[in-house]
Every structure is written in structure tokens, then in C-alpha cells.
């Protein structure tokens, strides 16, 4: 069965650092996107980035580069979404998805989301 | 970027009716599109790929359709669980990007 399991919710101050996870099981992680999204509270989905673990090609949607860094460790077939300064306007529900084998834009398995709150 | 545009942004009807929306993108992207549904406080779910395409195991309730910049998200008989945030978002190129989503409730 495939799944992505992401890490915990967390609760930050402004400034500070953050990597959450998500890790794949129950398919080869290594051949597969992985997107990152985006939701706000109250708000609708948009769409933050993508690799692929074979090779760590990462593309970024223009308002996040530089803003956040996508990684991965296809050893352990996990995904990451890192912080370095946080801020309050970071304050949303991250969700992890897989692109299918032939379409890299279609998400067919989500995780179930990290909530991060980013307050003082 | 593409945009694309959602409508309605609400919408409230009946069980058993026939509920439409509609998607459309700001310029030409083929059926590069999908359609999600997330009920509240889950993740998002694929049901329709490709403009068309239904996802194995969702009900044939649920279909698209359209091409180039103008999409149609039907379910034919409104059932109770169907009530959710409907999403269309189009992968032609990127960023990829979704519509500002349409929220369904039972009249």
C-alpha cells in the first residue's frame, strides 16, 4: 500500500529554523516527484515545489524560492521542507504529494498534512 | 502563470441534485487538468485526471470534461458525503496551480 506519512505538527517563534518529512512507503520513493503544497488557513491550495529523489532535481514556484528548500534522502525514502527564518505568514498546513509515473503534475497520494504555527 | 479560475465559489443544493462546476484556465493547456476534492480537515483527493479520467474506485457520479481553457466538473446525484472543497488544477506547465477551490454544502 503506498502511503506518506508526514512528521508532526509544530509550533515555532519567528526566526527560528524547521524541517519537516514525509516519507514514502510501499513503492520505489527513488522514481516518483514529490510535491510540496500549501494551505493557509481558510484558504485554498497552492502548489510550492516538486523533486525527484533519483536525483534531486528540484524545481520552485518563484514566490517560494529562496523562501523554503526542498530536499530529500531517497536512503530512506523521505522528503523534507525546510525553514531557516520563519515567519508569522508561515502559519499553514503542509501537505506532501506524489506525482504519477507518467504525469509529474498529478498528485495521486497525499500525506496527511503538517500543521505548522509560526507565533510569538 | 496560468490562472485559473473557479465558479461558483459556493454552492449550496439538494441530495440528488446534479451539481456543475467550472474551471478555466487563462490560456490554452490542452486537458492538462485535475480535479480534487478535500473534505475538511483531510488531505486533498485525486478524482479526476486528464480533464476526463476517473480515478479507480471513485463513483461514476463524478465526471469532467472540456479542453483548451474551459472545464466542467458534474456530479450527476448529490449524495451527502460528497459535501467537500472541490479543486481543478491544470499541469501544463510550470508552477502548477489550482483554482481557488469551490466549497460544497447540502441545502
Known amino acids: 500500500e503506498v502511503q506518506l506519512v508526514q512528521s508532526g505538527a509544530e509550533v515555532k517563534k519567528p526566526g527560528e529554523s524547521l524541517k519537516i518529512s514525509c516519507k514514502g512507503s510501499?513503492?520505489?520513493?527513488?522514481?516518483?516527484?514529490i510535491a510540496w503544497v500549501r494551505q493557509m488557513p481558510g484558504k485554498g491550495l497552492e502548489w510550492m515545489g516538486i523533486?525527484?529523489?533519483?536525483?534531486?532535481?528540484?524545481r520552485y514556484r518563484p514566490s517560494f524560492q529562496g523562501q523554503v528548500t526542498i530536499s530529500t534522502d531517497k536512503s530512506i525514502s523521505t522528503a523534507y521542507l525546510h525553514w531557516s527564518s520563519l515567519k508569522a505568514s508561515d502559519t499553514a498546513m503542509y501537505y506532501c504529494?506524489?506525482?504519477?509515473?507518467?504525469?509529474?503534475?498529478?498528485?495521486?497520494?497525499w500525506g496527511q498534512g503538517t500543521l505548522v504555527t509560526v507565533s510569538s | 502563470d496560468i490562472q485559473m479560475t473557479q465558479s461558483p465559489s459556493s454552492l449550496s443544493a439538494s441530495v440528488g441534485d446534479r451539481v456543475t462546476i467550472t474551471c478555466q484556465a487563462s490560456?490554452?493547456?490542452?486537458?492538462?487538468l485535475n480535479w480534487y476534492q478535500q473534505k475538511p480537515g483531510k488531505a486533498p483527493k485525486l478524482l479526476i485526471s486528464?480533464?476526463?479520467n476517473l480515478e479507480t474506485g471513485v463513483p461514476s457520479r463524478f465526471s469532467g470534461s472540456g479542453s483548451g481553457t474551459d472545464f466542467t466538473f458534474t456530479i450527476s446525484s448529490l449524495q451527502t458525503e460528497d459535501i467537500a472543497t472541490y479543486y481543478c488544477?491544470?499541469?501544463?506547465?510550470?508552477?502548477?496551480?489550482f483554482g481557488q477551490g469551490t466549497k460544497l454544502e447540502i441545502k
Open positions: 504529494a506524489r506525482g504519477t509515473l507518467t504525469v509529474t503534475g498529478t498528485f495521486d497520494y
Open positions: 510501499g513503492y520505489d520513493f527513488s522514481i516518483y516527484w
Open positions: 523533486i525527484y529523489p533519483g536525483d534531486s532535481d528540484t
Open positions: 490560456q490554452d493547456i490542452n486537458n492538462y
Open positions: 486528464d480533464a476526463s
Open positions: 488544477q491544470h499541469y501544463y506547465n510550470l508552477p502548477y496551480t
